[in-house]
T-cell receptor, first 114, second 111 residues
């Protein structure tokens, strides 16, 4: 497909478990972003990749959150020891190069931590 | 933290009327972008306006940017039921590729 894809669409997990969220950016896009949308918190930036490196991790809320990107393509966001406040929609976006460009968003992964 | 505040938080209008949403932000920007979100899922990019631009059009959309007032507006003309969605402004800072989103306006078009 031509757009950004994310998997799974929905994830229900128990508090304390680890989860992995996946993002497939648009082919050829070097910049990749993770955002989180929580009720009452709006959309917040988590991390930005340029190629495989992450020059901006400033939005990761705690050391339980990590992300990697391999081959300049797929990215995985990992949340360890999930907490109920991690429940949110996790959105991935990509753009061709980064600065001054449109970011194209995936459909998101809705995470519910019980 | 949120960069922008959007006004109004919610707006309901009759189909065919024009809808105007406003966004204010706090720091200097490289560009400002407007997005639409349906049903709390993926965002659809609508328009990007750079800091040296004052107005842009795309179909029924008109966006203005006033950097002296740190504000932007999105006008949707001749609204349709399909325009019902949440609309967000997002700013990109200098040397900072991430987007900082506003709080969003929930627009409802009444058929």
């Amino acid at each position: 497909g031509a757009g950004v894809s994310q998997s799974p669409s929905n994830k229900v997990t128990e508090k304390g478990k680890d989860v992995e969220l996946r993002c497939d950016p648009i082919s050829g896009h070097t910049a990749l972003y993770w955002y989180r949308q929580s009720l009452g918190q709006g959309l917040e930036f988590l991390i930005y990749f340029q190629g495989n490196s992450a020059p901006d991790k400033s939005g990761l809320p705690s050391d339980r959150f990590s992300a990697e990107r391999t081959g300049g393509s797929v990215s995985t966001l990992t949340i360890q020891r999930t907490q109920q406040e991690d429940s949110a929609v996790y959105l991935c976006a990509s753009s061709i190069r980064g600065i001054q460009e449109t970011q194209y968003f995936g459909p998101g992964t809705r995470l519910l931590v019980l | 933290s949120q960069q922008g505040e959007e006004d109004p938080q919610a707006l309901s209008i009759q189909e065919g009327e024009n809808a105007t949403m406003n966004c204010s932000y706090k720091t200097s920007i490289n560009n400002l972008q407007w997005y639409r979100q349906n049903s709390g899922r993926g965002l659809v990019h609508l328009i990007l306006i750079r800091s040296n631009e004052r107005e842009k059009h795309s179909g029924r959309l008109r966006v203005t940017l006033d950097t002296s007032k740190k504000s932007s507006s999105l006008l949707i003309t001749a609204s349709r039921a399909a325009d019902t969605a949440s609309y967000f402004c997002a700013t990109e800072g200098f040397g900072n590729e991430k987007l900082t989103f506003g709080t969003g306006t929930r627009l409802t078009i009444i058929p």
